[in-house]
């Protein structure tokens, strides 16, 4: 009974494995196709994004706010809903922060960091969590309302940061006033990697502890699998439903937080740069587990941080990560479908053989 | 005629010119969509088919020296990826949401790595009529510039429309969209039928994002468009799945579009950035006062609410 290496446990690992395997491969054929060398391109890539510590940064500075927009989709999904909007909870969870980081100059950094963290998340989370609730009140679909109210966002943002809150002396690109430079957040150590990714990665793991050990998780995974048998035992349906909308979309808003609070140093027009659409990819790579979301962005902030070197050194256009990692999503997304299908994976639970 | 009188004059006039010129796309992405829809499956992916369909409209044109073979290339690219969308999409357990996104991503990956070297050349455009020769005003001249493919969609609007109404390949994909017990019991190949569909709609948005390439704003370049293809989906929840209501919300979408711009042109520079959000917020407000617990959406296919019913 105790086998260690039962084989039927690998599915989850063997099935995205292969077709990450298979990805490349289609990635290899497109490189060869277009006349560039593949080993070539897959050194570059691995050597571009984790092949020396420099480039080990770049990959996991980019992850940090995919880890967290991913949990926008990861968390709402696990109750069955399909909520696209992280876009926009970044959005406004960026532009909320740096108001409340205007606010707070002049204060200690611990004060002014948590405080602008908290509307962030706060922004974020009803954001979210009002889509949640047009669905549960009124039935209305969450994932077109979600996806409608990212283009409010962004529009909300655009007409705060060109009208009134302009900083006038930002002029290519608009933005708010800085926030005080005391309150961003430093890098670790003498790398450049700011705390904001052992915020996401910290996230990431409470969120998978609330998910995976708790009886809030358990209740969130029944309702999810069957909303009847949810109602029967008496689960709180509605609750769960604002309360995983909120805590994905407060996730979603940390995440415009830490944009801002590491990187801008203020609210501006490019906080609106699809981090919040690769997020929702990231969740369905890592099946909805946020645990499985930290490696999943590792890998596509990865791909994206390697295609500089790609430029440099093959004369391949920055498109080309963008085709790669739109290969993987889209073989892994279809390979959902493999899932018990092979014979393979399910006569051990009868035979209970020793696998060798 | 004093200055507030010609502004607003001005204003109106960009606005009408904007709900041609920035409309076009939109009715041909919206078509597609709609067309998707009724058979039941969401394309999310429509914006990677438009920025496909962009550049390949431009390469054909600029290599072959002919726009129409553009047109149809950048049709059949659209195709393509509708092709695939509907064959992952019928696999089991695949998310058509997902795959959406994951199919606008490999769209513009695609079309931006295969356009890098059309960026700078000038492609043949497409031609247009000028219906506003009578005037004598140059800006509504210029606003009545109708393209071709304007009039193509003016004729495939209530094509579509008899499409679904009364032929009777329409009324197999409203069945298959409606309910997929009621297409088995009928002997619909539900698969093939979304399939097509979804092929067909792939097409019209392909052909949507040439007339960016090939008309207006007429060349082409990676931020060519600014998310018509996303917004199909929003465009059509608006016009309630008619193909008459899509042609006039494409129109409307398309001046709100102008509106901007054109506000700006006369002076109001701040402001006018809410009003992009319009559309949205109108098609927010529909979607919550028209739904309810117990009733659907009105004119939402079936089978789009409960899938697989």
């Given at each position: 009974m105790n086998n260690v290496l039962r084989i039927d446990r690998l599915e989850p690992l063997i099935i995205p494995m292969t077709a990450l395997l298979f990805a490349l491969i289609l990635f290899a054929i497109f490189i060869t196709l277009v006349g560039a060398d593949p080993f070539g391109v897959f050194h570059s890539i691995y050597r571009g994004a984790f092949g020396s510590w420099f480039s080990w940064q770049n990959t996991l500075v980019r992850a940090a706010p995919l880890m967290l927009t991913a949990l926008c989709t990861a968390l709402p999904a696990r109750m069955g809903l399909i909520v696209i909007g992280g876009e926009g909870a970044f959005v406004l969870g960026g532009l909320c922060s740096a108001l409340t980081g205007l606010m707070l100059v002049g204060s200690p950094a611990w004060f002014a960091i948590s405080m602008m963290m908290l509307a962030g998340a706060i922004t974020g989370g009803l954001w979210i969590a009002a889509a949640g609730a047009l669905k549960y009140r009124?039935?209305?679909n969450e994932t077109i309302s979600s996806l409608l109210m990212n283009y409010i966002a962004i529009a909300v943002m655009n007409f705060l940061i060109i009208g009134v809150?302009?900083?006038?002396?930002?002029?290519n690109k608009p933005s708010t006033y800085p926030i005080d430079e005391a309150h961003m957040f430093v890098d670790i150590g003498?790398?450049?990697?700011?705390w904001g990714l052992v915020v996401s990665i910290v996230i990431c793991l409470l969120l998978w502890f609330l998910s995976r050990r708790t009886v809030f998780g358990y209740a969130v995974d029944i309702a999810g699998g069957n909303e009847r048998a949810a109602r029967i035992a008496r689960l709180p349906v509605g609750f769960l439903v604002l309360a995983t909308c909120f805590l994905g979309g407060a996730s979603a808003g940390i995440a415009g937080m830490i944009e801002v609070a590491a990187i801008h140093g203020r609210a501006n027009?490019?906080?609106?740069?699809g981090y919040g659409y690769e997020g929702i990819l990231i969740a369905f790579l890592a099946r909805h587990n946020p645990l499985l979301i930290i490696p999943a962005a590792i890998l596509m902030g990865g791909i994206r941080a390697a295609s500089g070197l790609l430029q440099r050194s093959h004369?391949?256009?920055?498109a080309t990560s963008l085709v790669m990692q739109g290969i993987i999503f889209i073989v892994i997304l279809g390979s959902?479908?493999?899932?018990?299908?092979?014979k393979i994976f399910r006569q051990q639970h009868s035979s209970e053989r020793a696998v060798a | 005629m004093n200055g507030d009188d010609f502004s607003l004059l001005s204003v109106i006039i960009a606005v009408l010119g904007g709900a041609i010129r920035v409309g076009t796309p939109f009715i041909f992405v919206s078509l597609g969509e709609c067309l998707t829809e009724k058979s039941g499956r969401i394309n999310l992916g429509l914006e990677g088919n438009l920025v496909m369909g962009a550049m390949a409209g431009y390469a054909i044109s600029y290599l072959s020296g002919s726009p129409w073979l553009g047109v149809l290339v950048a049709g059949l690219s659209g195709a393509a990826l509708g092709l695939l969308h509907a064959y992952l999409c019928q696999?089991?357990?695949?998310?058509d949401i997902a795959v959406g996104i994951a199919l606008m991503i490999l769209g513009t990956g695609l079309a931006f790595y295969m356009g890098k070297s059309f960026i700078q050349p000038q492609a043949p455009r497409l031609g247009s009529f000028s219906l506003?020769?009578?005037?004598?005003i140059p800006a509504l001249r210029a606003a009545l510039e109708i393209n071709v493919l304007f009039i193509v969609g003016i004729i495939l609007t209530p094509a579509m429309a008899w499409f679904f109404k009364y032929s009777r390949w329409g009324l197999i994909v409203r069945t298959v969209g409606e309910s997929t017990d009621a297409a088995l019991a009928s002997g619909f190949n539900i698969n093939a039928v979304r399939m097509l569909s979804t092929m067909a709609g792939g097409f019209l948005a392909g052909v949507g994002g040439s007339f960016l390439s090939?008309?207006?704003?007429?060349s082409w370049n990676?931020?060519?468009?600014?998310g018509q293809g996303l917004m199909a989906v929003a465009l059509v929840i608006f016009a309630r799945w008619n193909p008459v209501n899509c042609f006039y919300a494409s129109l409307l979408f398309g001046g709100a579009a102008a509106l901007g711009p054109a506000l700006q042109s006369v002076g109001?520079?701040?402001?006018?950035?809410?009003?992009?959000a319009a559309p949205y917020v109108l098609t927010l407000a529909i979607m919550v006062s028209t739904s309810s617990n117990n009733r659907v959406l009105t004119?939402?296919?079936g089978d789009l609410v409960n899938p697989g019913r």
């Open positions: 009124r039935g209305v809150l302009r900083d006038p002396a930002t002029l003498n790398s450049s990697i700011h027009t490019s906080l609106n740069a004369d391949l256009p920055d959902e479908s493999l899932y018990g299908r092979f | 696999q089991p357990r695949v998310n506003g020769s009578w005037s004598d090939l008309y207006y704003p007429g990676e931020g060519l468009s600014s109001v520079t701040s402001g006018y950035y809410l009003f992009n004119g939402i296919p």
